[in-house]
């Protein structure tokens, strides 16, 4: 099966979705997106970048690296010289009670795309960023879908449909928020470990480029330091115990991700004595300080987990407006089911799983999920107001294609044609579309 026509079929609809979800969620209905649109204003007003810690009133997210932002400032400033007050006020009624008011912010349903303030307008136009990067993740994760099921198109089509109509994914995917930028990121640096791996070393270039890449996640946002440990186990995978190899090639990957991200970590370095902005991050977030213990804490990491599927597979708003429980039933009767097919090839393939080539790109999979999945659950424990699903969006193709391969024996039993694709396309661009009039729009108030 040719997967090009196909393909472009579920780009057209993944984009056109994310437009029609953009232009209809009210302004500023998305968490924290009136921060990430603060956070470019403070750029454009000071002419330079935040210099945490603040407090939450008047800073809420001007704690994040500024990569994202700094890539969004051009496009605000080119509306001329703004206040950049979008004139929206907070809903008391929703810091009452959000789960029985959906809208943040007074007013926010009546405003539009085509709203005189030109500081809502351009709401619309940085959303659009938005989809642009969420289209090139979808891209990605199709390539990176494509190295692990080479004599399976079928495969390749599942996966990349189970990210593009995620509602939660197009519903972040239509907002502002750096997140896009970092799930790109990520999923690029992923799928080049992915095509490397079966090679018996990296060319210095593909070393320097994933550092590059790399250099730019970490500047995006902090958690994506977890790639520095996915990619040192990488080269231990790829390696073995050529020592001075991974030495060289390490050396190549430090350098692309100094020259991408080193004036950042210099900044850091004269301001906090550290290169990351940890400590800044650290002091704004004492006041979300856990301080449970034993069974307490044991609560939290049941309630990260609940918490963080609900958020991965559609909650909308600011997280107070939910799918049917019988939605979540079916996903996670779906995850139960891919993960037993998963456990069940590992058992089976145990003896060669660091000799193939596949099962070391599934390896790489595998540990990106557990070490983010695991770095934000101690993050969680430490400050427990993380437990958004879109903290664990930068792994969403392996997750998808992991949940695909796990369930593929089954899968394979279709043989899909260009019609059948379209079809799916079809069906998912229909499923989100009444999710939004049905689920999401009728809330706001």
Same mark, same amino acid.
């Given at each position: 099966? *040719?997967?090009?026509?196909?393909?472009?079929? !579920?780009?057209?609809?993944?984009?056109?979705?994310?437009? !029609?979800?953009?232009?209809?969620?009210?302004?500023?209905?998305?968490?924290?997106?009136?921060?990430?649109?603060?956070?470019?204003?403070?750029?454009?007003?000071?002419?330079?970048?935040?210099?945490?810690?603040?407090?939450?009133?008047?800073?809420?997210?001007?704690?994040?690296?500024?990569?994202?932002?700094?890539?969004?400032?051009?496009?605000?400033?080119?509306?001329?010289? =703004?206040?950049?007050?979008?004139?929206?006020?907070?809903?008391?009624?929703?810091?009452?009670?959000?789960?029985?008011?959906?809208?943040?912010?007074?007013?926010?349903?009546?405003?539009?795309?085509?709203?005189?303030?030109? *500081?809502?307008?351009?709401?619309?136009? =940085?959303?659009?960023?938005?989809?642009?990067?969420?289209?090139?993740?979808?891209?990605?994760?199709?390539?990176?879908?494509? =190295?692990?099921?080479?004599?399976?198109?079928?495969?390749?089509?599942?996966?990349?449909?189970?990210?593009?109509?995620?509602?939660?994914?197009?519903?972040?995917?239509?907002?502002?928020?750096?997140?896009?930028?970092?799930?790109?990121?990520?999923?690029?640096?992923?799928?080049?470990?992915?095509?490397?791996?079966?090679?018996?070393?990296?060319?210095?270039?593909?070393?320097?480029?994933?550092?590059?890449?790399?250099?730019?996640?970490?500047?995006?946002?902090?958690?994506?330091?977890?790639?520095?440990?996915?990619?040192?186990?990488?080269?231990?995978?790829?390696?073995?115990?050529?020592?001075?190899?991974?030495?060289?090639?390490?050396?190549?990957?430090?350098?692309?991700?100094?020259?991408?991200?080193?004036?950042?970590?210099?900044? *850091?370095?004269?301001?906090?004595?550290?290169?990351?902005?940890?400590?800044?991050?650290?002091?704004?977030?004492?006041?979300?300080?856990?301080?449970?213990?034993?069974?307490? =804490?044991?609560?939290?990491?049941?309630?990260?987990?609940?918490?963080?599927?609900?958020?991965?597979?559609?909650?909308?708003?600011?997280?107070?407006?939910?799918?049917?429980?019988?939605?979540?039933?079916?996903?996670?009767?779906?995850?139960?089911?891919?993960?037993?097919?998963?456990?069940?090839?590992?058992?089976?393939?145990?003896?060669?799983?660091?000799?193939?080539?596949?099962?070391?790109?599934?390896?790489?999979?595998?540990?990106?999920?557990?070490?983010?999945?695991?770095?934000?659950?101690?993050?969680?424990?430490?400050?427990?107001?993380?437990?958004?699903?879109?903290?664990?969006?930068?792994?969403?193709?392996?997750?998808?294609?992991?949940?695909?391969?796990?369930?593929?024996?089954?899968?394979?039993?279709?043989?899909?044609?260009?019609?059948?694709?379209?079809?799916?396309?079809?069906?998912?661009?229909?499923?989100?579309?009444? !999710?939004?009039?049905?689920?999401?729009?009728?809330?706001?108030?």
């Amino acid at each position: 099966m *040719n997967t090009k026509k196909p393909f472009s079929f !579920i780009i057209v609809s993944f984009i056109l979705i994310c437009i !029609i979800w953009s232009i209809l969620i009210p302004p500023f209905e998305a968490p924290d997106e009136s921060g990430h649109y603060g956070y470019v204003s403070f750029i454009l007003n000071n002419s330079s970048l935040p210099k945490p810690p603040y407090s939450w009133n008047e800073g809420g997210s001007l704690y994040q690296p500024p990569l994202y932002y700094l890539m969004l400032s051009p496009i605000l400033k080119t509306f001329g010289k =703004l206040n950049y007050d979008n004139g929206l006020r907070p809903n008391p009624k929703w810091v009452e009670n959000r789960f029985q008011v959906a809208n943040a912010f007074i007013g926010s349903f009546k405003e539009s795309i085509f709203s005189k303030n030109s *500081n809502i307008r351009v709401v619309y136009l =940085l959303r659009f960023v938005s989809i642009l990067l969420a289209t090139v993740t979808v891209f990605f994760t199709f390539k990176l879908a494509s =190295l692990i099921f080479l004599k399976h198109k079928n495969l390749v089509i599942f996966s990349t449909l189970l990210v593009a109509f995620n509602p939660q994914f197009i519903f972040h995917s239509s907002a502002i928020t750096n997140d896009n930028l970092a799930i790109l990121l990520t999923t690029l640096a992923i799928f080049l470990m992915v095509k490397t791996i079966k090679g018996v070393k990296i060319n210095p270039k593909t070393a320097l480029a994933l550092g590059l890449v790399v250099g730019l996640a970490i500047i995006t946002k902090l958690n994506l330091l977890f790639l520095v440990v996915v990619i040192f186990i990488f080269l231990l995978m790829l390696y073995r115990e050529k020592y001075l190899q991974i030495l060289k090639t390490g050396f190549f990957i430090l350098a692309g991700i100094l020259i991408s991200g080193g004036w950042y970590f210099y900044l *850091n370095l004269s301001r906090y004595g550290e290169p990351f902005g940890i400590s800044a991050q650290t002091e704004m977030f004492a006041v979300f300080a856990n301080r449970n213990t034993g069974y307490h =804490l044991l609560n939290d990491v049941l309630l990260f987990f609940m918490a963080s599927f609900q958020t991965y597979w559609g909650m909308f708003g600011w997280y107070n407006i939910y799918m049917p429980q019988a939605y979540y039933l079916l996903i996670l009767s779906v995850i139960l089911f891919s993960m037993w097919g998963l456990w069940n090839y590992f058992k089976e393939n145990i003896k060669t799983i660091f000799k193939t080539t596949l099962d070391k790109q599934l390896l790489i999979l595998l540990l990106s999920i557990f070490i983010l999945w695991g770095s934000m659950l101690l993050t969680f424990l430490k400050y427990p107001v993380v437990s958004n699903g879109r903290f664990l969006f930068p792994t969403i193709a392996p997750f998808a294609i992991l949940m695909v391969f796990g369930v593929k024996k089954y899968l394979l039993k279709f043989n899909l044609e260009n019609k059948h694709i379209n079809l799916l396309a079809i069906g998912g661009f229909l499923i989100n579309i009444l !999710i939004l009039f049905i689920i999401i729009l009728p809330k706001y108030q």
